[in-house]
């Protein structure tokens, strides 16, 4: 397998064709931006991390029956991944207040919500990846009704699997964003990454944030937030 052409660079990853069709190569990036990237910056071995958080992660979701891209991690930034097409939606999952809801609802962050609150928001970098609902989301395309409704059961499932998992570390999953593509089947499976950049993860004692708000909010300790989270997964993975 050889590494081709970059296909495409967002702002913490790069995509790299191979000489399969539908195969792509995923290279994590050590640049974080935040607040749509008016906010820029780089965390000492987050590519590291993020690949080897994602990787233990995609791996755990897959044995549990969840249809991801992931299929082996390749070295310390790069991951070989099933090429999809990105459906140009954020799946955003809440358990907890925080973040732009609890902004945007005028609540303080923390309190524990007694449904799942699920939010999609438009691909959009020039729109600021706007909120938006689901007749929105059929309108432009995006997705159709049942789509969305597989889009959102897939959420949910994940939802379960992650919060368990996390709670076995300690951690409280407040809540996370995934992106969904159609492979070549036309199939809908989890794509991108679940790492500190794309979850809010709390310690349950000390309510420590061992996330991306660490950088967003300049709260320091940064990447000992993205190892912690790392070394906490392989033990309770066995890894
Ligand atoms: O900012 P907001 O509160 O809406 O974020 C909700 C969750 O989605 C957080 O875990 C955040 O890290 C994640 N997120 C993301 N990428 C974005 C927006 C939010 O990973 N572009």
């Known amino acids: 397998m050889t590494k081709g052409a970059m296909l495409y660079e ?9 000489d399969h069709p539908n195969e792509v190569i995923v290279r994590f990036k050590d640049d974080a931006t935040a607040f749509n990237a008016q906010k820029k910056g780089s965390v000492d071995l987050k590519g ?3 690949n080897a958080i994602t990787t233990l992660i995609f791996d755990y979701l897959n044995h549990k029956g969840i249809p991801t891209h992931f299929i082996k991690k390749l070295d310390e930034r790069e991951q070989l991944v099933k090429k999809v ?13 925080a973040g732009s809801m609890a902004q945007r609802l005028g609540v303080e962050e923390g ?18 990846d ?11 395309g995006a997705a159709t009704y049942d789509e969305l409704d597989e889009m959102y059961e897939l959420s949910s499932d994940i939802n379960d699997i992650l919060i368990e998992l996390f709670d076995q ?4 999953l ?5 992106e969904l593509g159609k492979d070549s089947h036309g199939k809908i499976i989890l794509a991108d990454e679940i ?14 944030k061992l996330d991306k708000d660490r950088f967003r909010r300049d709260l320091g300790e940064v990447t000992e937030a993205y190892v912690e989270i790392y070394e906490r997964l392989k033990k309770v993975l066995n890894k």
């Open 48 to 50: 590291e991390m993020n």
């Open 111 to 128: 309190i524990k919500s007694p449904v799942t609150i699920f939010d999609i928001c438009y691909k959009r970098d020039d729109l600021g």
């Open 195 to 208: 790492s500190p950049d794309t979850c809010r993860l709390w310690d349950k004692d000390t309510m420590k």
């Open 10 to 18: 967002g702002k913490a990853k790069q995509v790299f064709e191979t």
């Open 174 to 178: 407040v809540d996370f964003k995934i």
């Open 169 to 172: 570390m300690n951690i409280i």
């Open 85 to 97: 097409h990105i459906i140009p939606l954020e799946m955003v999952v809440r358990n907890y207040s």
């Open 130 to 140: 706007p909120l938006i609902n689901d007749h929105h989301a059929v309108f432009l």
